[in-house]
């Protein structure tokens, strides 16, 4: 289906209840700010237009929808009065104009797309998403016709009489417009309402007073969830994440215990990648087909080739690449660093600012000393080389193809391609020497 559409993102409250300095709509759910899931649920309708309302002084809030046109609404005068903040954008638009709130992640683009459609198909004025919550106080309720179901009027909470108070179908917030006469219809709106507000949903009574028509097509509630508080971001978090772990195993991913598995809404894994359970994914990871990602792993912008085997306890950091076969083990750390394939790095070490050449193996606790306080340097250690446990590569170093570092040591500088180089203290040995010092101890202190 080819639908047109420009979106209108309202995202001008600066949200009190979340006690924050930074916008409400910037708050993330699976790694992503609110403002961005709502946008790029649009961008799945392939939306042509897509303008954001925001409040005064949110640079940051324009610098996260960027390069989406935002528009300020100085005053805020109610939902009718935010929209119309867009006006210049608006104006001359064809096909449906989608108003979506930005503190309102959850909604599907199979749901936008089925409203979308609903206001096409009947050349409707205007489309509203509407619920049945279990309870409908302090929403819009949406009145409907009982012969045809059209939708009459949406009567807000506070102007209810007590029979319109009694209507289940509530306003999700979500309202699709006919683009040509939009414009026409917010500006006849008033604000002679309890809250002295404009309404964007007196839109409905006002296209209907003009002989137009409206209607209402039904969503789940779980989908309507509005974050006003820390409490209710938890809560999209939760239904977020199972969706993520959900679309990761139908992709053909095994996730042993979902419910402790952690995504980003950008996490991509291949086929037949085993997650064990208790791994984070922060943003932009991408993990190969046939990789294991054992328990307690922490992974964040990294890139795990095929076949891998990372953990368990591997953090891997933003500019981790991992090559096929490559292993990570226990309490490993590796930041902004190739690892070729086959590499291994299986025991407690950092490495970062590095290259490890294919099949490399690199010892237990071996440390790249990337920074010395200032700047940060780089390691180069060549294909097939060997280093011995706990050495420490003090960058910049460069080892070659081949070469082996003797347990222990400190390197610095070039090692030469299938060189043994080693840094070790002469061995001592003095026989007896142990028994003879505990003996004149024992005598000194009178202990056994
Ligand atoms: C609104 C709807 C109501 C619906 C409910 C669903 C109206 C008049 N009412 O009510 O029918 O059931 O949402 O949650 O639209 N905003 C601005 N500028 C403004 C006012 C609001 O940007 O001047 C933004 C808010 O930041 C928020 C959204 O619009 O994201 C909705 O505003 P809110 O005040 O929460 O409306 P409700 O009273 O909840
Ligand atoms: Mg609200």
Redesign the pocket.
């Known amino acids: 289906m080819s639908l047109e559409l420009s979106v209108v993102v309202?995202?001008?409250?600066m949200?009190t209840r979340m006690k924050s300095a930074l916008p409400?709509?910037m708050h993330k759910v699976a790694g992503k700010p609110m403002v961005n899931h709502v946008i790029d649920t649009a961008a799945k309708l392939n939306a042509g237009k897509t303008m954001i309302?925001v409040?005064p002084d949110m640079p940051k809030l324009v610098e996260a929808v960027s390069p989406h046109p935002t528009f300020e609404?100085t005053?805020?005068?109610?939902?009718?009065?935010?929209v119309l903040a867009a006006k210049e954008g608006l104006s001359g638009l064809s096909g449906n104009v989608l108003v979506l709130?930005?503190?309102?992640p959850l909604f599907t683009a199979e749901t936008l797309e089925r409203l979308v459609a609903a206001r096409e198909s009947g050349d409707h004025a205007v489309a509203v998403l509407g619920f049945r919550p279990d309870d409908p106080t302090?929403?819009?309720r949406l009145v409907t016709d009982g012969a045809d179901g059209e939708l009459v009027a949406?009567v807000?909470?506070k102007e209810c009489n007590a029979q319109q108070r009694d209507i289940d179908f509530?306003?999700?917030?979500v309202m699709c417009f006919r683009a040509k006469d939009m414009i026409a219809t917010l500006e006849a709106i008033d604000n002679a309402n309890a809250?002295g507000?404009?309404?964007?949903?007196?839109a409905v009574a006002v296209a209907r007073a003009k002989g137009h028509s409206c209607a209402a097509i039904e969503v789940d509630e779980e989908e309507?969830l509005?974050v006003?508080s820390r409490v209710q971001l938890a809560v999209a978090e939760a239904i977020m994440q199972d969706r993520l772990r959900d679309a990761a195993m139908v992709d053909g991913a095994t996730l042993i215990d979902p419910a402790s598995v952690f995504l980003s809404s950008d996490t991509k894994l291949g086929r037949d990648v085993i997650v064990e359970p208790n791994v984070v994914f922060g943003p932009g990871v991408v993990v190969g087909d046939n990789t294991v990602i054992k328990a307690f792993s922490h992974l964040e912008s990294c890139h795990v080739g095929e076949g891998a085997d990372i953990g368990p306890y591997a953090r891997l950091r933003p500019g981790a690449v991992i090559g096929a076969g490559a292993k990570v083990g226990n309490f490993v750390e590796i930041k902004k660093a190739i690892l070729e394939d086959g590499a291994k790095v299986n025991h407690l070490s950092y490495i970062g600012d590095a290259r490890v050449g294919a099949k490399a193996n690199i010892g237990a606790g071996t440390i790249t000393c990337n920074y010395d306080g200032f700047r940060k340097q780089h390691t180069d250690i060549g294909k097939g080389a060997f280093i011995g446990s706990n050495s420490s590569l003090v960058a910049p170093v460069e080892i070659g193809d081949g070469a082996i570092v003797g347990a222990g040591s400190t390197i610095t500088g070039k090692v030469a391609a299938d060189a043994l180089t080693l840094t070790r203290a002469e061995r001592v040995e003095k026989a007896g020497w142990a028994a003879k010092f505990r003996e004149k101890m024992r005598a000194l202190t009178g202990k056994k």
Do not use: F, P
């Open positions: 309202l995202a001008a409250g949200g409400k709509v309302v409040g609404q005053d805020r005068l109610g939902t009718a009065h935010a709130y930005a503190d309102s302090g929403y819009g949406i807000e909470d509530c306003n999700s917030g809250k507000e404009y309404y964007l949903t007196d309507t509005g006003n």
